[in-house]
T-cell receptor, first 115, second 114 residues
């Protein structure tokens, strides 16, 4: 099945710093790719997604580009805020077939933003 | 907008006790999932239900059972809790179909087994 490798944290940044969280994947074909975010004490929620190669997903100032050449889907934000402190998960379908209903998640990267 | 609702939010059990974690979704989704989250391990799938009436094992099913009661509800049962089952448990649901394959998560159940 498909798999994902995500940079390990924790990552600590000052407010307004630039953020990159690396994610690379191994997959058959070109499945959709996702970034989920988990705020303290909450469940995961979708942050952004890209459904095909060269797509750019964006939300709340975060961006990630589906790059098939490097099999990567790195998460970036130009200026982080304290409210961005959370755990970020890269994910993709476990299998690339049309009947795939499972997601495979990276181990998560904890981001702490300090004022 | 309730989304995915999990109960209870917190639970402490003694080794050998049993309990059922409840999950309900109001989005008319076909598929439902149970995950556990442990430090450094990410999310691991315990069981899932692709549609009403079906359930399948995930990555770490041992020690758990599930019931898809109806389209809305998917429960997870620990028959004889063990300290290794101390974890945070998340339920999720998804409406299948192309780019709509997005999973929605509940807030989690924090379980401690002593």
């Amino acid at each position: 099945g498909n798999s994902v490798t995500q940079m390990e944290g924790p990552v600590t940044l000052s407010e307004e710093a630039f953020l990159t969280i690396n994610c690379t994947y191994t997959a058959t074909g070109y499945p959709s790719l996702f970034w989920y975010v988990q705020y303290p004490g909450e469940g995961l929620q979708l942050l952004l997604k890209a459904t095909k190669a060269d797509d750019k997903g964006s939300n709340k100032g975060f961006e990630a580009t589906y790059r098939k050449e490097t099999t990567s889907f790195h998460l970036e934000k130009g200026s982080v805020q304290v409210s961005d402190s959370a755990v970020y998960f890269c994910a993709l379908p476990r299998d690339s077939g049309a009947g795939s209903y499972q997601l495979t998640f990276g181990k998560g990267t904890k981001l702490s933003v300090i004022p | 907008n309730a989304g995915v609702t999990q109960t209870p939010k917190f639970q402490v059990l003694k080794t050998g006790q049993s309990m059922t974690l409840q999950c309900a979704q109001d989005m008319n989704h076909n598929s439902m999932y149970w995950y556990r989250q442990d430090p450094g391990m990410g999310l691991r799938l315990i069981y899932y239900s692709a549609s009403e009436g079906t359930t399948d094992k995930g990555e770490v099913p041992n020690g758990y059972n599930v019931s898809r009661l109806n389209k809305r509800e998917f429960s997870l049962r620990l028959e004889s809790a063990a300290p290794s089952q101390t974890s945070v448990y998340f339920c999720a649901s998804m409406r299948r179909g192309g780019s709509k394959n997005i999973q929605y998560f509940g807030a989690g159940t924090r379980l401690s087994v002593l």
